[in-house]
């Protein structure tokens, strides 16, 4: 074996010059990064779902305690098919939309510790999308959702459990947490800028008419149209086949955590597959392996599930005209699914 | 694990720093266990394919070694590539194999039960499959002598940086370095750090972004066409690029570091004015091994000139086979094999020419030089179409469909339109273009090694430029669902 251990005054000093390098790469480094990390959070105050979780909390911590009896969970599909005012009417049943962005198990679960603090509700409806159920940790929603809750506690219990020793690190550095907001809001700037400069316009089909805004007790409305795209080249589902899906185990125990709080609570826990699209529901191939695979789960906890995408398989409820885009739902798919609902509530003898 | 993770350099530096703590028998312990265990977080229960071909080969070696007569040590030889090659086979190429003579049958109206196996392709199972194969084949032909440590070997088979991408190291370059006891060396570190840089520089900012852009228009071609096409070309070349040298230089950086030098595996390939010299300077531990395992043993250019071209076509045949198993790779291996023969078909006229027109020196030398650049990056840029197009028929489609509309091209509306729908937002893609443009710019001034020729432009540009390069990855690289090197599924 041989050993290169040798070592002479011009090496070391060679060194020390090596080593002044990455310290002044540091030096340089560290400040810059920094301040870009306070412009792009600046940028990402600005973001409107960002926005729309923040007035839902707001909403929700202004309410009486005690004053629900139904409260929806789950991703953005939750809080675009339950509309608390729609659900009023067909129910009466006074209820509030706590859905956010791309919520997991676990994110709901802590959710929903800090929503029966104040809340005794008699039901919990739970929006379970399968692309929440994988083990892709999604810091976005985890940040949306923790920095609107008031409980700081549940804050850190959350990130202490939940984030991966990676994304604790992403949490901490501002220009990797932030940028996707800094991006598409210097996008958004940019396409103003050229349409200004040069008259150009968005191609046709791609400019979606209507509105989409925060309305009332959690709920987003939206009156727009799936974009012509949509239907074809930008269609999420394309190519999906759901035949090797299965349920991550992490997200798996989070979905029985919340089914014992609320058992605990003697709360009526619901799932709910809110609906994709029909032509989305068209690409999905072997669709029936998602739904086997959460009836069984739901059966085996004994919690009623009602799986839209099913009852919608061969396009009786929904037309492609019912959704803002290839997801979700817009109002008037709204009222129809939440008519629905409150039909098979009452018909499964739960309300 | 993937190199563009936290996990992986949480993972790297405390490897690293038990590393050189250690006496020289407990570090090669060390790199072997953390070795087993970077390829274990993909999925463990793979790691026994490895195990078995690290067994077959050095049992093989020494038994190839030991025998007596060229004959039986041919037999052993051939028995040990099977075995290499068999698996290989069995979990890259039977579905494809099945699916090909199924197809074929069925053209002439014989139709059967069709064997289809859910077999999973194990990372990275060419790269190590080869270096181990290139290592018995070696010992058989007396270039070197069998290792004797088991442990040895497996390391030379498993070596974290390069178990799953390459570089395909060879016997003589690896083993021998892991009997020396490296030294901790701050040169080394700085030098490693700034090859890292510039391989994550390569994959978060340039290869992850496009990527996108790359897919929305290849997975669904059929609802695109012109400018769309000719943007999502170019786009893959420099993501191909920058994923596949992007991780050579981080293996390259994480080895060095150790103390290890491993072997260049690109060198400026765009920047080749013949598709002859882009093979040279393109995945270059992979080009190697097939001439010298594959080329020259079917006789090289030692031959009659049909018989060198049927060796080249048959090299890059295979060479395309060995990306993939799928006809779109075959395809792309032919055209490469097309290319070389026309240009070798064609070189001494186009020298003659260039004599005549007076394009071999001085500044019409230069012009000819560029737009020789052009032309080859053009050619290799056409042939990813077939590398990156999900079917044969899609990738016929692109090229049917890439010049249409071709007057509008320049329009400010068209323009806007193409840049605001390929999958990425307008901003993305312009700090993709100058991230690139970066890119071309170190590359044409940069030379073969960029750090060196910092060191020696003094402390000042050395310091300024590896700031900016961590900055421009620390601000704009991809580390929300950063993804997989492109090479790891061959």
Request: glycine share 6%; net charge positive.
């Amino acid at each position: 074996m041989r050993d290169s251990s040798y070592t002479s005054s011009s090496e070391n000093k060679s060194a020390k010059k090596r080593a002044l390098i990455i310290i002044c790469i540091a030096a340089v480094v560290i400040p810059l990064f920094l301040g870009i990390g306070v412009i792009y959070k600046k940028a990402a105050e600005k973001n409107t779902v960002n926005a729309f979780t923040k007035q839902r909390f707001e909403d929700f911590y202004a309410l009486k305690d005690n004053s629900l009896d139904m409260v929806f969970v789950g991703s953005s599909h939750c809080y675009c098919t339950f509309d608390p005012a729609l659900i009023e009417k067909y129910t009466g049943l006074s209820s509030f939309q706590m859905g956010t962005p791309l919520q997991h198990p676990d994110t709901t679960y802590f959710e929903l510790k800090e929503i029966l603090k104040t809340q005794k509700p008699k039901y919990v409806v739970m929006d379970v999308y399968w692309d929440v159920l994988d083990d892709n940790f999604e810091l976005k929603q985890a940040d949306s959702f923790f920095e609107v809750l008031k409980d700081k506690s549940i804050k850190k219990q959350y990130i202490k459990e939940v984030f991966p020793l990676s994304d604790k690190v992403k949490y901490s550095l501002w220009p990797i947490r932030f940028q996707q907001d800094y991006f598409a809001y210097a996008a958004s700037a940019m396409q103003k800028g050229l349409q200004a400069k040069y008259g150009v316009k968005e191609k046709a089909g791609q400019v979606q008419q209507g509105e989409e805004r925060y309305s009332d007790r959690g709920y987003v409305y939206s009156n727009q149209t799936m974009l012509e795209s949509e239907y074809d080249s930008t269609n999420q589902f394309k190519n999906f086949d759901a035949k090797k899906w299965t349920m991550a185990k992490s997200q798996k125990k989070y979905m029985e955590k919340i089914v014992s709080l609320c058992q605990s609570q003697n709360i009526s826990l619901i799932f709910v597959t809110a609906p994709v699209a029909n032509v989305s529901l068209g690409y999905i191939k072997n669709y029936g392996v998602i739904n086997k695979a959460v009836s069984e789960f739901a059966e085996k906890n004994n919690v009623p599930y009602l799986d839209f995408n099913m009852e919608n398989r061969n396009g009786e409820l929904f037309s492609n005209d019912n959704f803002r885009d290839d997801a979700h739902l817009n109002h008037s798919g709204v009222e129809i699914a939440d008519k629905y609902f409150a039909r098979w509530l009452k018909n499964n003898g739960i309300n | 694990m993937l190199f563009n993770s936290f996990s992986f350099i949480i993972f790297f530096i405390l490897v690293a720093t038990g590393y050189f703590f250690l006496p020289h028998k407990g570090r090669i312990w060390l790199l072997l266990i953390a070795s087993y265990y970077f390829y274990m977080c993909w999925k463990p229960v793979l790691i026994v394919l490895i195990v078995f071909i690290t067994f077959i080969n050095f049992f093989f070696s020494h038994v190839i070694y030991r025998a007596k007569s060229a004959v039986r040590k041919k037999r052993l030889l051939v028995f040990c590539l099977l075995i290499n090659f068999g698996l290989l086979f069995v979990f890259k190429y039977f579905n494809f194999a099945a699916n090909s003579i199924y197809s074929v049958l069925g053209f002439f109206g014989l139709h059967y039960q069709k064997p289809a196996f859910d077999i999973i392709l194990p990372m990275g199972i060419s790269f190590y499959t080869f270096q181990a194969a290139a290592y018995t084949i070696d010992v058989y032909r007396g270039d070197i002598k069998p290792v004797k440590s088991y442990v040895i070997f497996s390391l030379f088979i498993t070596f974290f940086p390069q178990l799953v991408a390459g570089p395909i190291e060879r016997s003589k370059n690896l083993i021998k370095q892991f009997y020396h006891k490296h030294r901790f060396s701050m040169e080394n570190l700085v030098t490693g750090i700034e090859i890292m840089l510039m391989g994550y520089f390569k994959k978060a900012v340039i290869a992850d972004r496009i990527s996108v852009a790359v897919n929305t228009v290849f997975n669904n071609s059929h609802s695109y066409s012109g400018l769309y096409f000719f943007i999502a070309m170019l786009l893959f070349t420099f993501q191909i690029y920058c994923d596949f040298s992007g991780y050579s230089d981080i293996a390259k950086g994480c080895a060095k570091i150790l103390g290890f030098d491993l072997m260049t595996n690109f060198d400026r390939p765009f920047l080749s004015p013949t598709i002859k010299e882009f093979w040279r300077r393109w995945h270059i531990s992979l080009s190697t091994w097939f001439m010298d395992y594959v080329y020259i043993p079917l006789g090289g250019n030692r031959c009659s000139r049909l018989k060198k071209y049927r060796n080249l076509f048959v090299t890059f045949l295979v060479s395309g086979l060995w990306h993939g198993a799928s006809w779109t790779f075959v395809i792309w291996g032919a055209l490469h094999g097309v290319f070389l023969i026309l240009g070798d078909m064609t070189r001494e006229k186009r020298n003659r020419l260039k004599h005549i027109l007076k394009l071999d020196f001085g500044f019409l030398g230069k012009v000819s030089q560029a737009l020789s650049v052009l032309i080859t990056f053009g050619l290799a840029s056409a042939a990813f179409v077939f590398f990156r197009a999900n079917t044969v028929g899609d990738a016929f489609y692109i090229f049917s469909h890439i010049t249409w509309n071709i007057r509008k091209w320049l329009t400010p509306q068209y323009l806007y339109e193409v840049f605001t729908n390929m999958g990425i937002n307008i901003f993305e893609l312009k700090i993709s273009a100058i991230a690139i443009g970066v890119l071309v710019l170190c590359e044409l001034f940069g030379g073969k090694l960029i750090n060196e020729r910092l060191k020696k432009a003094g402390f000042i540009p050395e310091v300024l430029f590896y700031s900016f390069i961590a900055l421009f990855i620390l601000t704009t690289g991809v580390f929300y669902n950063a993804g997989q090197f492109i090479y790891f599924q061959f």
